[in-house]
């Protein structure tokens, strides 16, 4: 890679990488939480088809990931390897936003298959070549810290406006105080500031942020490049903690509308949650960035993760012991534990994409290619994988359980069985992602030797090429 990887970023190039998530986030958010809601209890259609098309086109999705990995890593255009994917994903997001949050007439099973597929599809053309190239932007061990952590805050910026946009679109709309956060003048709200707000984030990172020209390397086949891959001890414990986060956080964003509404029964106060869980990650975040250069990456993602699952299984508790006797206490309850969740929320994606940028570097280093964005598909095709697998499980289950979404009188066993899936079912699986994570072995030291052999291979290279 180019010197220029080296220096540190300013503040401006930071902020510019860094807030093309926002759109992202504006419209990744209602994915998980208002599209089983808005297209069952205000469209109409069946939660357990909606659980799975949202599977079925999470696994489509899954195909082209690798693909468009290898793709952009193979990929030499005057604007650079990345730039091309992140325009071409830009122009399918902005049109399928629009489609699926903003339907026309009535909706059926295909057309929700449809349209979830193609914004799926832009997210991937984004995502990969976009976190490719934060990646590549520095091949420094704390600065990758900085550069995740700036995405990460633009993240949760966006996830605040999609929680409040919701909001206050439903309130202005016709049905005023009692319409849902999931209603058509909601959803549709989101869908238009999507595509207004991409197009503008994208010129900005266009303009204000350098593509590091691509490393000497001799491109390996897929077949190897796999088997290369698997041997990756570092990242077959990344893979293993994606999996079981994956699964874990799409079983719990799945069904969290629903656990708020007719458990908790938190009515309004549901979003003031998600609101505060997104906000105290804007606050929390920085602090993370600092963390994981103090005591390393993993073992900040550690200590966070058992903080904030620390807090999160006093949920029972408040459910089935402080509910019954004090139901005016069941806000003030969640509240406190989700902004503990929330101050902690930062640290995983983070610190997990620093981590990532640093797998590359000892695969880069075994293959011989570098082929970042390859890694980055790999590990969002497993990501993608067991989301699909988690929301595809979760809904079915609660449907087949008996729950009814347009419901308030659901039986005991309906009721527990979404608690377990909210809270239970996760609970569990993010312990043992845990404890996983925190036995990582790339450490700063490790990090600063791989890189060193790695600029001796390039010089080595370099000094072989013919002269032009």
């Excluded at 006093?314 to 509240?335: D, G, K, N, Q, S």
């Amino acid at each position: 890679m180019d010197s220029a990887a080296r220096r540190r970023l300013g503040t401006w190039e930071l902020f510019a990488y860094g807030q093309l998530v926002v759109p992202m986030a504006v419209i990744g958010l209602p994915l998980a939480i208002y599209i089983p809601p808005f297209y069952s209890g205000t469209l109409g259609l069946n939660l357990a088809d909606i659980g799975f098309i949202l599977m079925l086109a999470r696994l489509g999705d899954v195909i082209i990931d690798p693909f468009v990995g290898r793709w952009s890593d193979r990929t030499h255009t005057r604007w650079g390897r990345r730039r091309p994917w992140v325009v071409g994903g830009s122009l399918v997001m902005m049109v399928s936003a629009i489609m699926l949050f903003v339907p026309q007439g009535g909706v059926t099973n295909l057309y929700l298959l449809f349209w979830i597929s193609a914004i799926y599809l832009g997210y991937t053309l984004i995502e990969i070549p976009y976190g490719a190239w934060g990646a590549e932007l520095s091949d420094d061990y704390h600065e990758r810290n900085r550069i995740t952590g700036s995405r990460q805050i633009f993240l949760l910026i966006g996830l605040l406006v999609a929680i409040t946009v919701p909001i206050v679109a439903s309130k202005a709309g016709d049905a005023g105080a009692s319409a849902s956060a999931a209603s058509r003048p909601a959803m549709a709200a989101l869908g238009w500031l999507t595509a207004g707000m991409l197009p503008i984030c994208l010129l900005v990172l266009l303009r204000s942020v350098r593509e590091p020209a691509a490393s000497l390397s001799t491109p390996i086949s897929f077949v190897a490049g796999m088997r290369v891959a698997m041997r990756n001890g570092p990242l077959r414990i990344v893979l293993v903690t994606v999996i079981l986060g994956s699964l874990a956080g799409s079983i719990n964003a799945g069904v969290a509308v629903l656990f708020f509404e007719h458990v908790a029964r938190l009515g309004a106060n549901s979003s003031i949650l998600i609101f505060a869980l997104f906000a105290a990650g804007v606050v929390g975040s920085p602090f993370w960035v600092n963390v994981g250069g103090r005591i390393g990456k993993h073992k900040g993602i550690g200590v966070a993760g058992f903080a904030s699952l620390f807090a999160f299984a006093f949920v029972p508790v408040v459910i089935y012991w402080v509910e019954p006797t004090h139901p005016e206490a069941v806000f003030p309850a969640l509240l406190v534990i989700t902004i503990i969740q929330g101050l902690t929320i930062g640290a995983a994606p983070i610190l997990g994409q620093s981590i990532l940028a640093d797998v590359v570097d000892l695969d880069t280093l075994k293959s011989g290619e570098q082929r970042t964005a390859f890694m980055f598909a790999f590990l969002a095709m497993v990501r993608k994988i067991f989301e699909a697998a988690g929301v595809g499980i979760a809904l079915p289950v609660l449907a087949w359980i008996g729950f009814d979404p347009q419901s308030s009188s659901n039986s005991g066993v309906a009721l527990f069985t979404l608690t377990s899936l909210y809270c239970l079912v996760p609970l569990s699986l993010w312990i043992v992602s845990t404890i996983i994570i925190w036995n990582y072995p790339i450490t700063h030291e490790r990090q600063v030797r791989l890189r060193a052999a790695l600029d001796r291979r390039t010089a080595r290279r370099a000094a072989m090429k013919p002269a032009d």
